[in-house]
């Protein structure tokens, strides 16, 4: 199985629900996947409130008394892009720095599920964007969207993104965590149109989870249509 690289289209679209899914996918198919979290902003530690792999590693019973700083390369207070997060505590981001841990954190493990921040243009320093890491990674986005108005632009903009630096997409799982689901109908068209044109697999949609320690087995059919073919 080879490394994942989880992008969004925009910030806040749910990269951190979709790890966790295949996280969780992963163990049920008998993998050893390691969840990587490149850069972390908003939060004063790992262990923050707010911090995604202390997310991931309560929910996650086989992550259950391992440390989820572990899964942190960098964490800085301000919610902000990482570059001006990073500015802002006098810091600067070491791209390169940022790869070797990846391989050297991932070592053992597979596959490696390493979530990004923000969208793919997110300035890391002054030159190098996340898609940058994503290339140099060599792992194959996964990409989050949002399932409703607006998502066909952004994402299809994603995919053109990625093509344009020779990332081939493993595929694309819509994320509809509002309380008011995306009407059945937009989603289905959103799905046909976005593969007709992108040539991306849509595996479908990640509904609003109230509960986080229920099974999420229902969703594996959908990550199967991305891993089995």
Do not use: W
């Not at 093509?163 to 989603?187: A, C, H, W, Y």
């Amino acid at each position: 199985m080879h490394n994942l690289f989880i992008v969004g289209t925009d910030t806040g679209v749910g990269k951190t629900v979709l790890s966790l899914a295949l996280m969780h996918y992963m163990y049920a198919r008998n993998h050893k996947p390691c969840y990587l979290k490149l850069v972390q902003t908003g939060c004063r530690n790992p262990y923050d409130t707010d911090s995604d792999a202390r997310f991931i590693y309560r929910y996650i019973d086989e992550l259950k008394g391992r440390d989820c700083a572990d899964a942190v390369i960098s964490c800085f207070r301000e919610p902000k892009a990482p570059y001006f997060a990073a500015r802002s505590e006098g810091a600067e981001i070491d791209p390169d720095f940022l790869i070797r841990e990846i391989s050297r954190r991932g070592q053992g493990y597979s596959p490696l599920v390493i979530e990004g921040a923000g969208g793919l243009m997110v300035p890391l320093t002054e030159k190098v964007m996340m898609i940058d890491l994503v290339a140099k990674s060599g792992a194959k986005p996964v990409i989050a969207a949002r399932a409703g108005l607006g998502t066909i632009n952004h994402t299809l903009l994603t995919v053109e993104a990625l093509k344009n630096r020779g990332i081939e997409s493993q595929g694309i799982v819509f994320v509809d965590p509002l309380e008011r689901p995306t009407e059945s109908r937009m989603v289905e068209d959103n799905r046909m149109i976005i593969e007709k044109i992108a040539g991306v697999p849509v595996a479908g949609v990640i509904p609003r989870i109230v509960n986080f320690r229920r099974s999420m087995e229902h969703l594996f059919p959908m990550f199967d249509r991305l891993f089995i073919r």
